[in-house]
């Protein structure tokens, strides 16, 4: 009896060995899958829901919003027209319609968020998930896993959205990508990042004084609504900070309901978004930062007087980390000559705005386009085949991303691609089907504009487009070697120093590979010292000819359009003898 008890005994605790190793996992299934709850996902899971698919959207934070509620971004980056016309309507526009404008507050855009979301039965919101990884069959994704309250789940569905800033997701399964500016010649980590700190101590009469000041301290670009204020440019150089690779730009302040104050100002540089060590250094950097930053304000900032740190954002606002390979990635050049794509899907018109990467560099606004469109391809990573991506993250470069990264753009696009995936799950077909289908296209735009998305034709030529320096230019802004700034004004008759012209140079024979020893001889007689002599010389050469540059007038300084010709041409020659 007692040797049958000890084998019982025996056999028990190897069972509960074996349950131990084998844990269940629980199977859900969805039509699609909506990855990251930032406002993104958000409008692409409405988007799919609306339409009657059963959608599963997926975060591991432990409430909605993103960017906007983690981050505190609460300051929205609109796109209008040159007509001003709201260029991003739909989804955004019914959000933007429930918050207090421009600012919001951090809560009103929360409880709206999860109200636009319980409206939509076929939304199931999953919150808390760790270990989000998408399962792979070849080309197409098939389910992901997840653990949810100590719970292995494994959720499956046709579709997938990836809408997490940095595209987690599309990175998991195997798309692939570019990091920061490595493609103009930058920093792999990209823009710097910022933490959003909140003040208390503004009182009514504060606020005014902020108000008036900054509507009177004659910068165009300064100014103040009832409940916003941006200004102050000048502390890129008067404030000095303590740590290193920190910077204080000029202010945007949003003021909430209840009288606090958030600040969007506070840089923290060389950064890599993608390791989350390196983004609890930059939140410590930023904590020490404050510790100088808040005296500083007092003394400095009119009606900031008896301000007090309150809190700051749980998550670093991060404006650049993956750019996907998508099968149309949009560029600079799409985006300042006003592109109107056939498989558009949204509308943008934000300025190509380029935070430094550096401590000491200003922002770069490359252009200010009128309006511009973003196509589907642009969302569908190269070598997936039911995978999508909308986040600031997609299929954007380094230069274009200065304007489609905004979050307005983005909740467009992602439900544009909602939309998108409707229609190819009705009619039995693949994205790639539905891209090259015009007719389907069609009914893809008429059926978001239905649901109250504005995508006109785009007939509004770019001025700059017909200038005689405009290949000069393009080439230059490929870069972010030029910049027209908010009134696209290039300085194109401008004198270019020296120094400027050398720094060019070396960075175009770097980006482009110029093999100079091909026409070393030519280029002796460049003489850094006469660069109008020299290249108007250069021009009587046979190894390059162009008219504007035999207007070139030898007695006077060398311009910047001179000069963005020569280089155009000169990249030009040396592409022909190398092929």
Sequence with gaps: MKKLLLIILIVLSFLSLLGCNNESVTEKEFDVIVIGTDPEGIAAAISTARNGLKTLLIDHRDSVGGLFTQGWLNFLDMNYDHEGTLLTQGIFLDFFNQIEGVAFDIQTARSVFNEMIAQE?????????????????????????????????????RYFIDATQDGDIVALAGGQYTLGQISIGGPEYGMAVTQVFKIGGVQEEDWR????????????????????????????????????????????????????????ALQIFAI?????????????????????????????????NKIELL???????????????????????????????????????????????????????????ALYSIPLEATVPKGLDNIFIVSRSAGYDALAHGSTRVVPIGMSVAEGVGQAVYLIDREGITIRDLILSNELISQLQDDLTEHGAYLPEINYPAKIASHKYYNGVKLLWKYGLIQGRYDNNFRLEDTISLSKFKTVFDHLKMMEGWEIELIAEELNIVSINN??????????????????????????????????????????TLASLTR
């Excluded at 690779?245 to 958030?262: E, F, H, K, T, Y």
């Design 209 to 264: 004084e902020i108000r008036r000041y900054l509507n009177n301290d004659g910068d165009v670009n300064s100014g103040s609504t009832y409940n916003t204020a941006w200004g102050f440019p000048e502390l890129y150089h008067v404030y000095q900070a303590k740590n290193e690779n920190v910077q204080m730009r000029g202010l945007n302040i949003a003021r909430q309901s209840d009288g606090c104050i958030m600040i969007n």
């Design 121 to 157: 039965d076929n939304i199931e919101l999953v919150l808390n998930a760790q270990e989000i990884t998408p399962v792979m069959h070849e080309r197409k994704a098939v389910a992901i896993s997840a653990r949810v309250n100590d719970t292995s789940y494994n959720y499956s569905a």
């Design 531 to 572: 660069l109008s002599k020299s290249l108007a010389s250069l021009n009587t050469k046979d190894f390059i000819e162009d008219s504007v540059l035999g207007d070139i007038d030898p007695l006077k300084p060398l311009n910047r359009g001179e000069a963005a010709m020569f280089f155009y041409l000169l990249n030009d």
């Design 272 to 304: 890599n978004p993608l390791v989350p060590a390196e983004l609890e250094k930059a939140q410590a950097i930023a904590l020490d930062e404050l510790e100088y930053i808040i005296p500083f304000l007092r003394e400095y900032i009119p009606g900031m």
């Design 311 to 369: 809190s700051v954002a749980p998550e670093l606002y991060v404006r650049e980390s993956r750019h996907f390979i998508t099968e149309y990635i949009v560029t600079i050049d799409d985006v300042m000559e006003h592109r109107d794509f056939i498989s558009k899907i949204a509308l943008g018109s934000y300025p190509v705005d380029l935070q430094g990467t550096a401590p000491g560099e200003d922002v770069i606004i490359l252009g200010n386009p």
